[in-house]
């Protein structure tokens, strides 16, 4: 079973710090690239930023870019999610996902883990 896992949500106050966690089991990590998404609230998924598993070539979406950064460690079976200084409008479930490259459409990535809450008080 491919399997996907994201850790370390929870509530921050605007200005604060968190980094996301997604560990993948069931196949082998280093063979998809893993993007990040979030969805909040009555609002359709987006893609927040995206790692290229042959180079480490990173992709942020325009609202997170320089305040974020995704990260691998193949290892560990893990991509993470750093974020720094934190909006309200950044509060959303994070998923991560999988797929055979970073530029494909959102429903080509497979393998959805269930998700992890973000909240940023203001």
Known sequence: EVKLVESGGGLVQAGGSLRLSCTASGFT???YDIGWFRQ???KEPEGVACI???DGSTYY???VK???TISSDKA???VYLQMNMLKFEDTAVYYCAA???CQVAQDEFHSWGL???VTVSS
């Open 115 to 117: 998700g992890t809450q």
């Open 76 to 78: 560990k079976n893990t």
């Open 40 to 42: 909040a609230p009555g």
């Open 29 to 31: 990590f280093g063979d």
């Open 61 to 63: 979406m325009d609202s």
């Open 99 to 101: 797929a055979a490259s």
């Open 52 to 54: 290229k598993m042959t």
């Open 66 to 68: 320089g305040r974020s």
